[in-house]
Each structure stands twice: as C-alpha cells, then as structure tokens.
C-alpha cells in the first residue's frame, strides 16, 4: 500500500530533486519483493545483538528471511514501511505498538528453537543470557521502532529522517504515549539523528563479553 505522501532528497554532489514514496507491503507476496534488501537492512540495525543471538551472521539471515514473512514476528514485514525510489527500496522502518511486543517475541522464539537442531538448542539458552539487561523493557503504550535503516546508497540525504517522522505519525495514530528505539552506542550518524528529534536514553544496557552498548531511548509523542 503506498501511502501517498512524498518528499524530496537531493542526489549525492548534485542539485536534483529525486521524488520517494512511502510503501507498506500488504501481503507475504509484496513483502518477498524487497525480501533480500529487507533482510540484510534489519541486520544492519543491530548486526551485533543478532550475531549474540543466532551464533553467526548466516543463520541470523536465514532466520530473519523466514520471519519476515510471518505476520506473528517482531520483524514481519508487514510492519515494515519502505522508502521507494523509482521502484527501487532504499531504507526500511519496522515499528508497531508496544502491546504486540511480547507475544510477537514469544512466537520468535519458538520459531526459533524449532528451526534449531540440537547441538544449536543447546547454545540458544547461552546465547539468550548474554543479552539479558541490555535493552529495557518495551511498554504497552509505546510505539516501539524494530528497525531504522537507510542503504548505504542513499544515506546523507534526509531519507531516515522522513521514515522517522513517518514512525511519530503512525504512533500517534496508535495512540500511543511515546516512541521507543533501541540503538547501539557506537553508531554515531543514527544517535546524532535520534537527539535531534529530541530522544532521551532511559538504558545504558552493556555487555563485556560481546563488546557492544546499547541506549535504548524514548520521545513522548500525544502531548
């Protein structure tokens, strides 16, 4: 479903106004268009917390390549909004309002111990403790953003920043109270837009094992 709003980006070094659109797959079928970019977005936006998961970059893709097309996962696709270029996607926003978190978490992991095989069940509990505490809990009243990427194509050209005025709108339409993100604390450009917006960290969540801090962070919204 495209949603009819438009902006305008500026081509990298050039004076050339490049028209996207913001479009929500409606069905597995539309979300299996842009599947691979989505995949690999949805990585990007926590590669880390991912690899402390699954083990490894490749299963957490093959993982994420399934859940995306359920509509009962955290990272389904049909909670994502695209950024299109000319047909082309060039940055993804997965969000949705904070009471579906739980139960979508719970349908992920059993997706996941099912997809597992025994030797890789018995490192899913290990994996699981390792990233206890690193995020605070997401509220039932928050509108809480999974996923905020921009190719690395197109980014420097405010297209994250439309998606996440696209998120502030789509949570006030959920009439939820604030909106909720999770971001690692080494990545500069998306903490540099977050601020700007006026987010504040809530959680310093840390783990010296994996080597990675993550704020999880928060903006009141319906004032």
Same mark, same amino acid.
């Given at each position: 479903?495209?949603?009819?709003?438009?902006?305008?980006?500026? !081509?990298?070094?050039?004076?050339?106004?490049? @028209? *996207?659109?913001?479009?929500? /797959? %409606?069905?597995?079928? $539309?979300?299996? +268009?842009?599947?691979?970019?989505?995949?690999?977005?949805?990585?990007?936006?926590?590669?880390?917390?991912?690899?402390?998961?699954?083990?490894?970059?490749?299963?957490?893709?093959?993982?994420?390549?399934?859940?995306?097309?359920?509509?009962?996962?955290?990272?389904?696709?049909?909670?994502?909004?695209? !950024?299109?270029?000319?047909?082309?996607?060039? @940055? *993804?926003?997965?969000?949705? /309002? %904070?009471?579906?978190? $739980?139960?979508? +978490?719970?349908?992920?992991?059993?997706?996941?111990?099912?997809?597992?095989?025994?030797?890789?069940?018995?490192?899913?509990?290990?994996?699981?403790?390792?990233?206890?505490?690193?995020?605070?809990?997401?509220?039932?009243?928050?509108?809480?953003?999974?996923?905020?990427?921009?190719?690395?194509?197109?980014?420097?050209?405010?297209?994250?920043?439309?998606?996440?005025?696209?998120?502030?709108?789509?949570?006030?339409?959920?009439?939820?109270?604030?909106?909720?993100?999770?971001?690692?604390?080494?990545?500069?450009?998306?903490?540099?837009?977050?601020?700007?917006?006026?987010?504040?960290?809530?959680?310093?969540?840390?783990?010296?094992?994996?080597?990675?801090?993550?704020?999880?962070?928060?903006?009141?919204?319906?004032?």
């Amino acid at each position: 479903m495209r949603l009819g709003a438009e902006t305008k980006v500026y !081509a990298a070094g050039l004076k050339v106004e490049l @028209a *996207i659109t913001f479009f929500k /797959p %409606g069905d597995v079928c $539309a979300v299996d +268009r842009y599947a691979p970019s989505m995949v690999k977005w949805i990585l990007d936006s926590g590669r880390d917390s991912f690899v402390a998961l699954f083990g490894n970059e490749s299963i957490a893709a093959q993982n994420l390549a399934s859940w995306i097309r359920r509509s009962d996962s955290e990272f389904s696709g049909l909670c994502s909004t695209l !950024a299109i270029l000319d047909d082309i996607a060039m @940055a *993804i926003l997965v969000a949705l /309002p %904070g009471k579906l978190i $739980a139960r979508r +978490r719970r349908a992920d992991m059993l997706a996941l111990i099912k997809a597992a095989n025994p030797t890789q069940r018995a490192g899913l509990k290990e994996n699981l403790q390792r990233l206890v505490g690193l995020t605070a809990p997401v509220g039932e009243r928050d509108y809480y953003i999974r996923a905020l990427t921009v190719d690395s194509a197109y980014r420097g050209h405010g297209v994250g920043k439309k998606l996440l005025e696209r998120a502030l709108i789509d949570g006030r339409a959920s009439d939820c109270e604030r909106v909720r993100l999770d971001v690692q604390t080494d990545n500069q450009a998306a903490l540099h837009l977050y601020r700007r917006f006026g987010f504040q960290p809530i959680h310093k969540g840390e783990t010296r094992e994996l080597g990675f801090a993550v704020y999880s962070m928060v903006l009141p919204i319906n004032l």
